[in-house]
T-cell receptor, first 114, second 116 residues
Framework: AQKITQTQPGMFVQEKEAVTLDCTYD???????LFWYKQPSSGEMIFLIY??????QNATEGRYSLNFQKARKSANLVISASQLGDSAMYFC???????????FGTGTRLTVIP | GAVVSQHPSRVICKSGTSVKIECRSL??????MFWYRQFPKQSLMLMAT?????????EQGVEKDKFLINHASLTLSTLTVTSAHPEDSSFYIC????????????FGSGTQLSVL
């Protein structure tokens, strides 16, 4: 079974609007971490936001917030006030306790329309 | 924040040659480094986990004799693609972590390998 599922291959959003990128995960580990990375066309992976499984509050980092719904096993990324520079691939990832590596979803390509 | 430097960013080589890619942690000691491969428009697939001073752990289906990994120091891991073939053409990206647990990993900028 896929550990990370991103069901939106592509998304469009108008500049200055908010957009939600979906991510669901699958794990039996009670302790895990969820991550979102941005990958522009240049290729580097840019860390955006992190949510720990025991965190009581949803993580926020500037214009990025993570809508963490533990019972539904979802960790959607919300980008507010979209900018043209937000156009990129976005990957959701999970790291389980005892496993050092990240499991990545298939990504969502976000295009911000002027 | 922590920085991981990966070099070269792009390499073109002839079939049959070997290519070395370096991954350095610049301001922290990376006990563990990860090597990923990414085909166009696809996700990152973990190839191997490299721990300083010990042999790398390869994921299923990854040929350890083809993709040689060396993690000789706490700041440097190298991936050598031996006898490269066109099907090895891909984007290779490393990441580094300081300790076990749930800290975020830091990624290098990636290497685009093209084998002619």
């Amino acid at each position: 079974a896929q550990k990370i599922t991103q069901t939106q291959p592509g998304m469009f959003v108008q500049e200055k609007e908010a957009v939600t990128l979906d991510c669901t995960y699958d794990t039996s580990d009670p302790s895990y971490g969820l991550f979102w990375y941005k990958q522009p066309s240049s290729g580097e992976m840019i860390f955006l936001i992190y949510q720990g499984s025991y965190d009581q509050q949803n993580a926020t980092e500037g214009r990025y917030s993570l809508n963490f719904q533990k019972a539904r096993k979802s960790a959607n990324l919300v980008i507010s006030a979209s900018q043209l520079g937000d156009s990129a691939m976005y990957f959701c990832a999970m790291r389980e306790t005892g496993a050092n590596n990240l499991f990545f979803g298939t990504g969502t390509r976000l295009t911000v329309i002027p | 924040g922590a920085v991981v430097s990966q070099h070269p960013s792009r390499v073109i080589c002839k079939s049959g040659t070997s290519v070395k890619i370096e991954c350095r942690s610049l301001d922290f000691q990376a006990t563990t480094m990860f090597w990923y491969r990414q085909f166009p428009k696809q996700s990152l697939m973990l190839m191997a986990t490299s721990n300083e001073g010990s042999k790398a752990t390869y994921e299923q289906g990854v040929e350890k004799d083809k993709f040689l990994i060396n993690h000789a120091s706490l700041t440097l891991s190298t991936l050598t693609v031996t006898s490269a073939h066109p099907e090895d053409s891909s984007f290779y990206i490393c990441s580094a972590g300081a300790l076990g647990g749930l800290e975020k990993l830091f990624f290098g900028s990636g290497t685009q390998l093209s084998v002619l």
